[in-house]
């Protein structure tokens, strides 16, 4: 797959991570190039509905890729959920988004070229990206390698660290082993502090991040003794938003 055109010829072409419509119309109107369109980021991100997606058809004015992962924690998925992903997979693309994003592991710490290749497969024309179960595997060279086999278009990665500022060596050394096989998103806390030194390290030609903020809820009553998951009781009253301001910012840093 070949990865989406910016809608400009300024490199780094920047994707912003986001949950949900507001957030989508926060990043474009702000200047991104593409959006990663996700539900629950505090989870790392996982598939959002079919009526989020189908509305962000209509309101997007600017590529997105929606993630397809059925649920937190680990890569490593039943038959079932793979089925599932599947499923979502070619329902997106009988919607016609821009792309999709998954990733699938061996429990050795492989990339699952079976799965991930089918994924391929089931998408069709779309973009395919894997996401961060990259960061997961044991040996980078080879889970890049297994990807360009599976026809993947692009990586998602912060250099298998928690940072992109901490993986900058791998990243760098990631670009070059991909050539023009496969696309390196770079990744891990990028703001407009630091994007524009990483940039200048590695060579990226994409790079990707999210840029949130918390605001309090507009309930005026609040019940402090219920709690919809966690211990975290006051989380039912704040929300995680897309900081339209610090993604111009950011994109500004990096192409000052």
Aim: glycine residues 10%; negative net charge; hydrophobic residues 40%.
């Amino acid at each position: 797959m070949t990865a989406s055109t910016a809608k400009n010829s300024t490199l780094p072409l920047i994707e912003i991570c986001v949950e949900g419509i507001d957030g989508l119309i926060a990043a474009q109107e702000a200047g991104a190039d593409r959006v990663e369109l996700c539900a629950s980021l505090v989870e790392g991100g996982i598939t959002p509905s079919l009526g989020t997606v189908k509305l962000a058809l209509e309101l997007a004015s600017i590529p997105f890729h929606v993630i397809v992962r059925p649920r937190g924690g680990d890569f490593l998925y039943s038959e079932a959920e793979y089925r599932s992903m599947l499923a979502d997979v070619e329902a997106l693309r009988e919607l016609g988004v821009a792309g999709v994003v998954v990733g699938c592991l061996n429990a050795d710490g492989t990339i699952d070229e079976t799965r991930m290749a089918e994924l391929v497969r089931g998408a069709g024309p779309l973009n395919v990206t894997c996401h961060r179960a990259f960061d997961m595997t044991r040996d980078p060279t080879e889970a890049l390698e297994a990807l360009v086999r599976c026809k993947v278009g692009r990586v998602l990665t912060s250099g298998q660290r928690d940072t992109a500022v901490e993986g900058v060596e791998l990243l760098a050394r990631l670009v070059k082993l991909a050539g023009d096989r496969i696309v390196i998103m770079g990744c891990g806390e990028l703001d407009a502090q630091n994007i524009g030194g990483v940039r200048q390290r590695t060579g990226l030609s994409e790079m990707h991040f999210a840029a949130l903020k918390n605001l309090p809820s507009g309930m005026s009553y609040r019940n402090p003794r219920v709690g919809m998951g966690g211990t975290d009781l006051d989380r039912e009253y704040r929300n995680t938003v897309t900081d339209r301001d610090a993604v111009a910012a950011t994109i500004r840093a990096v192409r000052a």
